[in-house]
């Protein structure tokens, strides 16, 4: 099993929707939880990181950690075209740990 | 400010050849990691050097190695090269990553293909 698993996707919608990305851990020694956006071609960037549970917010984006069912998810209000990327949550103990991405297309 | 950078974008070696692949972290940061991105795989951890030093290796074999420079620069070299060792390779660098969180800010990897 996995440490880390993520939905490969492609995951299609169109522009306005509400998206959904997410994430199950088996290490309960994860403390540090990141979500991280790629763009093709271009090295990963850092969306959002929360500490522990709980949620947090940053523009549209919003990020959200439960440690007792092991799931996190990043959501993404009014997505636009320009969101289409590849999303990649990790999660730290004594290293990072990545998914495997999940590729989200936008369509106008 | 710049940022990560590392040479050379494209890399194409043949089986059994040994690569070289280079990284520049953010000035400041003494922490850098390298990792591996192939196909279906997401990114894998291979290594983490902070002060010259390796602190962590991920679970590849010893013919990935490297070494950080006194200038914090750092240098991956993959020896035997086999097929499946075609994948794009992130460094990352970030202020001590020792306890608690430092952001880990990546390059825009090097593309290495194995024919």
């Known amino acids: 099993q996995k440490e880390v698993e993520q939905d490969p996707g492609p995951l299609s919608v169109p522009e306005g929707a509400i998206v959904s990305l997410n994430c199950t851990y088996s290490?309960?020694?994860?403390?540090?939880f990141m979500w991280y956006r790629q763009y093709s071609r271009k090295g990963p960037e850092l969306l959002m990181y929360?500490?522990?549970?709980g949620n947090k917010e940053d523009g549209r984006f919003t990020a959200q950690v439960d440690k007792s069912s092991k799931y996190i998810s990043l959501f993404i209000r009014d997505s636009q075209p320009s969101d289409s990327a590849t999303y990649l949550c990790?999660?730290?103990?004594?290293?990072?740990?990545f998914g495997t991405g999940t590729r989200l297309l936008v369509s106008p | 400010e710049a940022g990560v950078t590392q040479s050379p974008t494209h890399l194409i070696k043949t089986r059994g050849q040994q690569a070289t692949l280079r990284c520049s972290p953010i000035s400041g940061h003494t922490s850098v990691y390298w990792y591996q991105q192939a196909l279906g795989l997401g990114l894998q951890f291979l290594l983490w050097y902070d002060e010259g030093e390796e602190r962590n290796r991920g679970n590849f074999p010893p013919r990935f190695s490297g070494r950080q420079f006194p200038n914090y620069s750092s240098e991956l070299n993959v020896n035997a090269l086999e097929l499946e060792d075609s994948a794009l390779y992130l460094c990352?660098?970030?202020?001590?990553?020792?306890?608690?969180?430092?952001?880990?800010?990546f390059g825009p990897g090097t593309r290495l293909t194995v024919l």
């Open positions: 990352a660098s970030s202020l001590y990553g020792g306890n608690g969180y430092n952001e880990q800010f």
């Open positions: 990790a999660m730290r103990a004594q290293k990072l740990v």
């Open positions: 929360t500490y522990s549970s």
């Open positions: 290490n309960s020694a994860f403390q540090y």
